[in-house]
């Protein structure tokens, strides 16, 4: 199954791929160049595909748990000053999705948006230190039964150019749900409480709807 915000690029790279297998006869007479140029052309029509692919990971919302809201590696869990809504220290758990991963944001927790803001900027490598603040990127809160409100901010890497945020302030979202998506490469952050016990570690990898970052006693 395939994310629907990949429908227009792969709809124009399977037409694309059908028409250079057609031509690429006519392109060269080398019989080794036609192949070569059909191989590469297939080659990044399976990469797209497998990029938006979306797999069905349905769930029963457990609203003591929250969940990693994307696949990926676990690449920052510490102390910082979160300036933009909380305003205050926060325990930071950074994963970071290469463009193998799947790329489909999920809810990691069920709530009420509380808070949703799109940011336009830069175009950083999505594991530099600066990205979190200075790359384009949407930050949303979601105010939980159990946890208060969590942060979470889905960050352009250096390849990705759209990033796709379904929640509106106001909304009531349910855990495991489709949250968004990062097309080519990019990082979530989460926000949580100091003292929360985080129960991944650094270069653990996370899948999205399945591994459990933090659990309600």
Known sequence: MFHKEG??????????????????????????????????????LLLILQFFRNPNRKINPNTRTVLAPVDG????????YEEEYFKDKR????????????HVTR???????????????????????????????????IESSEFGEILYRQIAGALARR????????????????AGFIKFGSRVDLFFPLGT???VKLQQNAVGNQTVLTTKV
């Open 163 to 178: 990033i796709v945020n379904y929640a509106q302030e106001g909304m009531q979202v349910r855990q495991g749900d489709d």
């Open 7 to 44: 429908g227009k690029i792969i709809l124009i790279a399977t037409s694309a791929t059908v028409v250079i297998f057609l031509l690429s006869h006519k392109l060269t007479s080398l019989l080794w160049l036609e192949k070569t140029i059909q191989i590469i052309t297939l080659v990044l």
């Open 197 to 199: 016990q985080i129960e």
């Open 73 to 80: 590696k676990v690449v920052v869990i510490e102390e910082v």
């Open 107 to 141: 809810y990691a927790v069920s709530g009420k948006i509380k808070y949703s803001k799109y940011h336009p900027g830069k175009y950083l490598v999505a594991w530099h230190p600066k990205a979190s603040t200075e790359n384009e990127r949407t930050t949303v809160v």
């Open 91 to 102: 325990l930071q758990v950074s994963i970071f999705m290469s463009p193998i991963n799947v």
